[in-house]
Nanobody, 121 residues
Framework: QVRLVESGGGLVQAGGSLRLSCATSGRTLSTYTMGWFRQTPGKEREFVAAIHWSGGMTYYGLDVKGRFTISRDNTKNTVYLQMNSLKPEDTAVYYC??????????????WGQGTQVTVSS
């Protein structure tokens, strides 16, 4: 079973940047769609971004489009989320996940444990 591990979270001031990483030990991620999601207490999990296994296609949630960039390095089995112009409302636990499909309604079958991002005003 694949194990996804997120890192790179932390505390940053509004307007700042962070880069999250999602790495795996064991199986390769190179044939999977990879996604980033986020969740705050009491709220539903929110889609943030996804990237095709080839790296050639991406899409984003409306709240982050233009500020966040998802990328991947299949040689390192790692997916990244570059977050710029951060806002306090971006504060959440961020999770990466993998999917065999591609599109907005695909199911994700493996999830990481999450990394906390806190944006102060």
């Amino acid at each position: 079973q694949v194990r996804l591990v997120e890192s790179g979270g932390g505390l940053v001031q509004a307007g700042g940047s962070l880069r999250l990483s999602c790495a795996t030990s064991g199986r390769t991620l190179s044939t999977y769609t990879m996604g980033w999601f986020r969740q705050t207490p009491g709220k539903e999990r929110e889609f943030v971004a996804a990237i095709h296994w080839s790296g050639g296609m991406t899409y984003y949630g409306l709240d982050v489009k233009g500020r966040f960039t998802i990328s991947r390095d299949n040689t390192k089995n790692t997916v990244y989320l570059q977050m710029n112009s951060l806002k306090p409302e971006d504060t959440a636990v961020y999770y990466c996940a993998r999917s065999l499909g591609w599109g907005r309604d695909v199911a994700y079958d493996s999830w990481g444990q999450g990394t906390q991002v806190t944006v102060s005003s």
